[in-house]
């Protein structure tokens, strides 16, 4: 039985670090990464970084030092950036889906997404879920 407690508490673990990242120490992060992000972003100020299924996460800016959050691939390719927004910045459309389909939820955070080509989309953080919007605030997925 010990055994089995034990396997669980890792595979919970590792599917939460895997699932929402690792903090790493800087001195970890490629060159690469560290080159792309002071390129792109030179104002990022304080950065706090993570690792996510094999890329690498620069996180800064505002109270919770997550105002920005942008991705990089281990070679330094940009893959997204996800600037902090006010719950009523979602596009209206988005709004209407989680009042209808969360009712009584709480909004506890809200993103706007920038990919690599410039496509934009919106991220809520309802119930412990993440839900996705498109441009116009049509949903896209959970």
């Given at each position: ?30 060159a690469p990464v560290k080159s792309a992000l ?105």
């Open positions: 039985m010990k055994k089995i407690a034990t396997s669980l508490l890792f595979f919970s673990t590792l599917f939460l670090v895997t699932a929402y990242g690792q903090d790493i120490k800087a001195d970890k992060v490629p002071v390129k792109k972003y030179p104002e990022a100020k304080g950065v706090s970084w993570e690792k996510e299924d094999g890329n690498y996460e620069a996180n800064w800016g505002g109270k919770s030092g997550e105002d920005n959050s942008v991705q990089f691939t281990p070679s330094g390719d940009f893959i997204e950036i996800v600037h902090a927004i006010t719950v009523n910045q979602l596009p209206p459309a988005a709004l209407t889906y989680i009042k209808s389909n969360y009712k009584g939820a709480k909004i506890k955070e809200a993103g706007k997404v920038t990919d690599a080509k410039g496509k934009i989309t919106y991220e809520a953080e309802v119930n412990k879920k993440e839900l996705v919007f498109d441009e116009n605030g049509n949903f896209v997925k959970k």
